[in-house]
């Protein structure tokens, strides 16, 4: 072989094994086996597909948690308007007692209107990110737990009406006998609907966490799928870098023995 062809092809050869060499270079530094899409097209494609999914399920886990909170804070005035209508009935049997006069009956109606009147503050005053939770006003809210555009990827909570005109205890009065016990009637409807609303708010709050381990398990999944594709093993990289690099020196090596062969030749000539 000339020499001249034979030095073009160790010039190539060079070259490409400093290419590779670089690359590898880069993949040890970054810690990214594809460092740009030549090394691996359909890696690259399989891999962003993995790393959108995952982008999209840390959001819907940033959404069941937000719905987790809002169910929390609705479930808080359950809990106090329960309180306040488990007094009012207390209030409502004391005043059904004939034993009472009407002087009595108003201080105890003066106790219950107030109560009713903490109801309405209550179901006003709940809220979540400027949404009420309690008056009425959000009858449904449907929360983005999955990554779909499904009925699956959503949990639906119902909100009820429970302000006092709500649970049907606005126009009630406790300053006569035959009034207060007719209260008692309309007091249990309204437990029995805090009840089921807080019921039905507990049972969303378990789909909501349910939600979130399932989230939890897949973010896990995605990553570690993701992480497969992208991720360098540097055990391999790194024996095969010190394999490019040997070859490197060799072949700088050997062009430094053919240009002296090559200039030994031209002096003989001489």
């Known amino acids: 072989m000339p020499v001249g062809i034979g030095n073009a092809a160790s010039t190539a050869s060079l070259s490409r094994t400093g290419q590779t060499l670089q690359t590898q270079l880069q993949q040890i530094s970054s810690g990214q086996r594809i460092t740009r899409a030549a090394i691996d097209p359909a890696g690259l494609g399989v891999f962003v597909e993995l790393d959108t999914a995952g982008a999209s399920n840390r959001v819907a ?3 069941a948690n937000d ?3 809002m169910l929390q804070t609705a479930e808080g005035a359950t809990s106090s ?5 488990q007094r009012m009935r207390e209030l409502a049997v004391q005043s059904s007692s004939g034993t009472l ?5 108003g201080d105890i109606d003066n106790e219950f209107q107030q109560l009713r009147q903490e109801i309405d503050r209550v179901s006003g005053s709940t809220r979540f990110n400027g949404r009420n939770l309690a ?3 959000s009858a449904d809210v449907d929360v983005q737990v999955g990554t779909d555009n499904d009925a699956g990827s959503r ?3 119902g909100l009820t009406d429970l302000s006092a005109a709500g649970l049907g205890v606005d126009t009630l009065s406790l300053s006569t006998q035959g009034g207060s016990q007719s209260a008692l009637d309309a ?4 437990l029995d609907t805090v009840s089921s609303e807080r019921a039905g708010l507990g049972a969303s709050s378990n789909r909501m966490e349910s939600a979130l381990r ?3 398990a897949r973010g896990e999944a995605l990553a570690e799928s993701a992480g497969r594709i992208m991720d360098v093993d540097y055990a391999k990289l790194l024996s095969e870098q010190t394999g490019s690099a040997l070859m490197q020196q060799a072949g700088i090596s050997a062009q430094v023995q053919s240009r002296n062969i090559q200039r030994t030749a031209i002096l003989g000539l001489l």
């Open 214 to 216: 399932y989230g939890e």
């Open 61 to 63: 886990m940033r959404n």
């Open 101 to 105: 006069n009407d002087a009595q009956r």
């Open 81 to 85: 308007i329960t309180d306040s209508l």
């Open 187 to 190: 007091l249990d409807a309204a």
């Open 135 to 137: 008056d009425g006003s």
């Open 67 to 69: 719905g987790l909170s």
């Open 155 to 157: 949990v639906g909570m």
